[in-house]
């Protein structure tokens, strides 16, 4: 089981105990504003148990993130497989996170996001990691930024599995980095 660690944060497979702060996140109507709907218990159970049999099974996934100091989960942040193959080639690896919003604010997000693509770039040698998010949620894009990720405009989509009941989260905005970059970025280019 792949964990790592930063200066504040922790991030680990998730643990039984942490089916709580899942339920929350997953069910908070701000947590989920850019989204069409909010999970049950049993939806959210059901979705914590894929997510953990994916970070058994791959080493990739929405890893808990636990601040060190409290040793307190706070939401999750991590780097899957993209299944949308009729936009994304296959083998496109996203990132993304989602957070209580009492720990909004504080930069965690951008530091465990920070830590995994150091990770998935320098580690596991991926070639390119994308993110996206509904056009207007300038939170996530804000992060996408801070991260160094590069707007692609030319691979905003319509999100396939946003119902039609909903047309103000079916645009999607993609920002992107490559290994190269990132090395690039961090003075490790040849």
Not at 96 to 102: D, H, I, K, L, Y
Not at 125 to 140: G, K, Q
Not at 146 to 168: E, K, N, Q, S, Y
Request: hydrophobic share 40%; with cysteine; glycine share 6%.
């Amino acid at each position: 089981m792949m964990m790592l660690e930063t200066p504040r944060l922790i991030l680990r497979e998730w643990k039984e105990s942490d089916r709580n702060l899942f339920r929350e996140i997953n069910a908070d109507e701000k947590v989920m504003e850019f989204f069409p709907y909010r999970h049950s218990h049993e939806a959210a159970d059901a979705a914590l148990e894929r997510v953990n049999d994916m970070i058994r099974a791959t080493g990739f996934g929405f890893y808990a993130v636990e601040l060190r100091e409290s040793q307190e989960p706070m939401g999750f942040c991590g780097i899957a497989p993209v299944d949308m193959k009729d936009i994304f080639p296959f083998g496109t690896m996203e990132i993304g996170w989602r957070f209580a919003t009492r720990f909004w604010g504080n930069g965690y997000a951008t530091e465990a996001a920070n830590t995994l693509l150091a990770n998935a770039f320098e580690d596991k040698e991926m070639p390119e990691v994308v993110s996206f998010a509904v056009a207007a949620n300038s939170r996530s894009t804000a992060v996408m930024e801070r991260l160094g990720l590069i707007r692609d405009p030319a691979r905003d989509f319509d999100h396939p599995r946003v119902p039609d009941t909903h047309p103000h989260l079916k645009r999607h905005v993609t920002y992107a980095l490559t290994r190269q970059q990132w090395l690039e970025r961090s003075g490790q280019a040849f």
